[in-house]
């Protein structure tokens, strides 16, 4: 079983640790047993099967980082099942990279079109995202390695038997998980790094929500901290609202 969202075992909450720079002196990956992670400590080594116990042993930070991830990619997840659902395809406002999901009439999926495209050129409505009259330029695209997979196989609910998992999928997740921690660190949602539906409607509203000026496609001068007062505020709105209803009661 795999998720795109969780790390179901030790050696893949390991590699969560790693992407967002949490030290984990003394661990390895076990070669003798798949999916754990053995550590050395003073004296004997421990072996640690599941996410929890990693998480227990290196402590808060590494606590904190596997919930970061599992809520950033459960939020990029939705925004990519809703891509796949309606026809559309991921986009990033901020650099203009999309993920174009590459599939057949049938529902035969084979991964993602990666491409560089202007925002303006977005916001023509509807558009063929692979046009060159469209996009600037392709990047290397992610092929997809599970055999007969299909579109309505992607389900980021929960665990996925093998044979239904879509790597590509997994992998653009990655992609984009790595780029904001990159550009904006931990702590950031997907949409307020830029991502959204490649549709006009919601690129024209992550826009408004992120201050990109979209006369002369251009973002803030830093939009980190757009993002971060975006942040703010739809946190302070949510703690408005829940002391509102408290009050209620």
């Avoid at 984990?24 to 400590?41: Q, R």
């Avoid at 042993?57 to 970061?68: E, I, M, N, S, V």
């Avoid at 939020?75 to 099942?81: L, P, Q």
């Avoid at 979209?214 to 971060?228: E, Y």
């Amino acid at each position: 079983m795999k998720s795109y969202i969780e790390p179901l075992n030790a050696a893949d909450a390991l590699d969560v640790l790693d992407l967002y720079g949490i030290d984990t002196p003394g661990a390895f990956f076990s070669s003798e047993h798949e999916g754990c992670v053995e550590v050395e400590l003073s004296g004997h080594t421990a072996l640690l099967e599941t996410p929890e116990s990693v998480a227990m042993l290196f402590g808060h930070d590494a606590a904190t980082a596997l919930c970061q991830h599992s809520n950033f990619r459960r939020d990029a997840a939705e925004i990519m099942s809703r891509a796949l659902d309606l026809d559309d395809f991921l986009y990033n406002v901020y650099s203009g990279t999309a993920f174009i999901p590459d599939k057949a009439p049938d529902g035969e999926f084979f991964g993602f079109h990666v491409t560089h495209t202007p925002l303006s050129a977005i916001l023509e409505d509807d558009i063929d995202p692979l046009s060159p009259d469209v996009c600037d330029y392709g990047l290397d695209p992610i092929s997809e390695t599970t055999e007969d997979a299909a579109v309505g196989y992607f389900d980021p609910a929960g665990a996925v038997d093998d044979e239904k998992f879509l790597t590509s999928a997994d992998w653009a997740l990655c992609d984009i998980e790595s780029s904001v921690l990159t550009a904006f660190g931990t702590g950031c949602s997907p949409e307020l790094a830029g991502w959204t539906l490649g549709n006009a409607e919601s690129v024209a509203k992550t826009c408004a929500l992120l201050g990109v000026d979209i006369a002369t496609d251009l973002a803030p001068d830093n939009p980190a901290r757009v993002a971060a007062a975006a942040k703010a505020a739809t946190k302070a709105t949510t703690h408005g609202v829940a002391a509102a209803a408290g009050n209620r009661l």
